[in-house]
């Protein structure tokens, strides 16, 4: 099972290393990694491979947002396949 | 790997434009409860409803979770009780025991409303329908969670003018015995002309006999996000403008199916159908009246509107029927006046009418939603602007409805506050000329020629 991370806000130093640091943390696997700035906003993606996820995938996406409201970011985590569902046909 | 435009778009959509699943709506067929006794037959509903839907909130929920798309409301709706308790009905019994049984199955298993307390009359009356409808207005009143609809016309079978005249005494009464309680009871009924049997939206939702067993349906919504893609396109002509609402409308459908298949699988149900219908609430930036202004109306109710709404409902439909594999239910855009902060600016600045609102109806999904009318409004008026919803109905080959709540004791230009997801409504002008004579009449509008397809 596949997972996507979107991390959005402003640019600061260390964020790629923090959200991998907690990916590693509880196993998910980083397959691919994307950043760009839109709008003057920092804006991370990640595809995680969360199928070996060592603790539960809820508490998990909330270790992350609250990472998140740490730095002053935003962080999603949802599953790859709402965003193949909308984009591709 | 996806692209990171595509992803902060659906982030955008969920967090900025109030994307999200209206509702995952659970059909339970009562048939196999029916018994001569009411009290066993209640029985048998509480113990099935609460095994197929024991689990449906928290599968909402974790699906919620794992997707992070917000699904606002878990429903159920089940066989109309009509035919249910009609094998009762002669003993004695109100049918009100069953209108406690839903409520407590709404309870136990923590869905937002269950929806069934339903009649089908739109040729007559058969044994059982009676009863239930004369039931209605204190089942709503003593249950909070029960939503309950009667249909009175078809194209098919025509217009029943009996139980028209009934309806408007129904919904009266409705909102006299929940008068302390903002007439909640007659938010709480939806009067019908071909009403569908899969519809996952309340009021009106009930499960038809022609259903699976069990059978999972989902509701979409998404205004703020057609409203948020038109914004980008300020200088755009008509078939640009339809073109981007198909688009939009083909993202969001798409989620309803991805959430609808994904919660038919977790709990082992038949996936039924997607609703493709653009419901709006009263959230700022939520609001069906607000895409037609972005089209170019100065308020919602000027002339143009109903063309506007024609185009925009269409728009839904190409654009979300190809992204489902079954749409069913209403499908198509609403508008509820309390639920929709466009339409109640639009009544308060005095561009949106009550005709105006019957006009758009012809060309939209469902019909006369959510309309707070004067307290004094009489029954015989009441059934007067069902006839006419009806008629549209009828002729047109769709569904359409009434839901009008009477504000006892408040006039024209008053607010009714309902709150949450039900909003507020200013109370709107009705005709005061009577329409008494015609529905004492009673009987029947015969079927329209265009019944007859064979």
Same mark, same amino acid.
């Given at each position: 099972?596949?997972?996507?991370?979107?991390?959005?806000?402003?640019?600061?130093?260390?964020?790629?290393?923090?959200?991998?640091?907690?990916?590693?943390?509880?196993?998910?696997?980083?397959?691919?990694?994307?950043?760009?700035?839109?709008?003057?906003?920092?804006?991370?993606?990640?595809?995680?491979?969360?199928?070996?996820?060592?603790?539960?995938?809820?508490?998990?996406?909330?270790?992350?947002?609250?990472?998140?409201?740490?730095?002053?970011?935003?962080?999603?985590?949802?599953?790859?396949?709402?965003?193949?569902?909308?984009?591709?046909? | 790997?996806?692209?990171?435009?595509?992803?902060?778009?659906?982030?955008?959509?969920?967090?900025?434009?109030?994307?999200?699943?209206?509702?995952?709506?659970?059909?339970?067929?009562?048939?196999?409860?029916?018994?001569?006794?009411?009290?066993?037959?209640?029985?048998?509903?509480?113990?099935?409803?609460?095994?197929?839907?024991?689990?449906?909130?928290?599968?909402?929920?974790?699906?919620?979770?794992?997707?992070?798309?917000?699904?606002?409301?878990?429903?159920?709706?089940?066989?109309?009780?009509?035919?249910?308790?009609?094998?009762?009905?002669?003993?004695?019994?109100?049918?009100?025991?069953?209108?406690?049984?839903?409520?407590?199955?709404?309870?136990?298993?923590?869905?937002?409303?269950?929806?069934?307390?339903?009649?089908?009359?739109?040729?007559?009356?058969?044994?059982?329908?009676?009863?239930?409808?004369?039931?209605?207005?204190?089942?709503?009143?003593?249950?909070?969670?029960?939503?309950?609809?009667?249909?009175?016309?078809?194209?098919?079978?025509?217009?029943?003018?009996?139980?028209?005249?009934?309806?408007?005494?129904?919904?009266?009464?409705?909102?006299?015995?929940?008068?302390?309680?903002?007439?909640?009871?007659?938010?709480?009924?939806?009067?019908?002309?071909?009403?569908?049997?899969?519809?996952?939206?309340?009021?009106?939702?009930?499960?038809?006999?022609?259903?699976?067993?069990?059978?999972?349906?989902?509701?979409?919504?998404?205004?703020?996000?057609?409203?948020?893609?038109?914004?980008?396109?300020?200088?755009?002509?008509?078939?640009?403008?339809?073109?981007?609402?198909?688009?939009?409308?083909?993202?969001?459908?798409?989620?309803?199916?991805?959430?609808?298949?994904?919660?038919?699988?977790?709990?082992?149900?038949?996936?039924?159908?997607?609703?493709?219908?653009?419901?709006?609430? @009263? !959230?700022? #930036?939520?609001?069906?009246?607000?895409? *037609? +202004?972005?089209? $170019? /109306?100065?308020?919602? =109710?000027?002339?143009?509107?109903?063309?506007?709404?024609?185009?925009?409902?269409?728009?839904?439909?190409?654009?979300?029927?190809?992204?489902?594999?079954?749409?069913?239910?209403?499908?198509?855009?609403?508008?509820?006046?309390?639920?929709?902060?466009?339409?109640?600016?639009?009544?308060?600045?005095?561009?949106?009418?009550?005709?105006?609102?019957?006009?758009?109806?012809?060309?939209?999904?469902?019909?006369?939603?959510?309309?707070?009318?004067?307290?004094?409004?009489?029954?015989?008026?009441?059934?007067?602007?069902?006839?006419?919803?009806?008629?549209?109905?009828?002729?047109?080959?769709?569904?359409?409805?009434?839901?009008?709540? @009477? !504000?006892? #004791?408040?006039?024209?230009?008053?607010? *009714? +506050?309902?709150? $949450? /997801?039900?909003?507020? =409504?200013?109370?709107?002008?009705?005709?005061?000329?009577?329409?008494?004579?015609?529905?004492?009449?009673?009987?029947?509008?015969?079927?329209?020629?265009?019944?007859?397809?064979?």
């Amino acid at each position: 099972m596949r997972a996507v991370v979107a991390v959005i806000g402003k640019d600061t130093v260390g964020i790629l290393a923090k959200v991998s640091g907690i990916c590693a943390e509880y196993k998910a696997n980083v397959m691919d990694v994307t950043q760009t700035i839109m709008q003057d906003l920092f804006a991370m993606t990640m595809l995680i491979d969360i199928s070996k996820l060592s603790i539960d995938y809820s508490d998990f996406a909330d270790r992350l947002k609250a990472a998140g409201t740490d730095m002053g970011l935003q962080i999603h985590v949802m599953h790859e396949d709402i965003f193949n569902s909308m984009h591709k046909i | 790997m996806l692209s990171t435009g595509d992803i902060l778009e659906t982030i955008k959509m969920i967090q900025e434009e109030n994307l999200d699943i209206r509702t995952i709506t659970m059909g339970i067929s009562l048939l196999d409860c029916i018994d001569s006794d009411a009290k066993t037959s209640c029985d048998k509903i509480y113990e099935k409803m609460m095994r197929k839907a024991e689990k449906l909130v928290k599968t909402g929920e974790d699906i919620e979770k794992q997707y992070g798309i917000p699904i606002i409301n878990k429903r159920i709706s089940v066989t109309p009780i009509s035919i249910i308790s009609a094998a009762s009905s002669a003993k004695g019994y109100s049918p009100v025991i069953f209108a406690k049984t839903l409520q407590k199955v709404a309870e136990g298993t923590g869905v937002n409303y269950v929806g069934g307390y339903s009649a089908l009359v739109h040729k007559g009356f058969s044994a059982g329908d009676r009863e239930l409808i004369d039931s209605i207005p204190e089942a709503l009143a003593e249950t909070s969670n029960v939503c309950s609809s009667v249909n009175i016309g078809s194209t098919k079978a025509g217009i029943n003018m009996d139980a028209v005249a009934l309806m408007g005494k129904i919904i009266r009464e409705a909102s006299e015995k929940t008068a302390d309680n903002h007439c909640f009871g007659a938010a709480k009924i939806v009067v019908f002309c071909n009403a569908p049997e899969d519809n996952p939206f309340m009021a009106g939702a009930f499960h038809g006999v022609g259903e699976y067993d069990t059978e999972i349906n989902v509701g979409v919504s998404g205004p703020g996000v057609v409203r948020a893609a038109l914004k980008k396109y300020p200088d755009a002509n008509i078939s640009e403008i339809a073109d981007v609402i198909k688009k939009t409308a083909f993202k969001i459908t798409r989620m309803g199916q991805l959430v609808g298949t994904e919660a038919s699988k977790r709990l082992g149900v038949p996936f039924g159908i997607v609703d493709l219908s653009l419901a709006p609430t @009263p !959230a700022v #930036g939520d609001s069906v009246a607000h895409i *037609l +202004e972005e089209i $170019g /109306l100065e308020s919602c =109710g000027a002339h143009g509107t109903t063309a506007c709404l024609a185009m925009l409902n269409d728009a839904v439909k190409k654009g979300g029927v190809m992204a489902s594999s079954h749409v069913g239910g209403l499908s198509g855009a609403f508008i509820p006046v309390s639920e929709d902060a466009g339409m109640i600016d639009a009544v308060n600045r005095g561009s949106l009418s009550l005709e105006k609102l019957e006009a758009m109806t012809a060309v939209c999904s469902v019909g006369l939603d959510m309309i707070v009318i004067p307290g004094d409004t009489p029954a015989d008026t009441i059934s007067a602007i069902i006839a006419d919803e009806a008629a549209i109905g009828m002729v047109n080959s769709k569904t359409t409805a009434v839901r009008v709540i @009477p !504000a006892i #004791g408040m006039k024209e230009g008053e607010t *009714l +506050e309902f709150g $949450g /997801l039900f909003g507020s =409504g200013p109370v709107m002008k009705v005709s005061p000329f009577s329409s008494s004579k015609f529905i004492s009449r009673g009987g029947r509008i015969p079927a329209p020629l265009q019944s007859l397809k064979n």
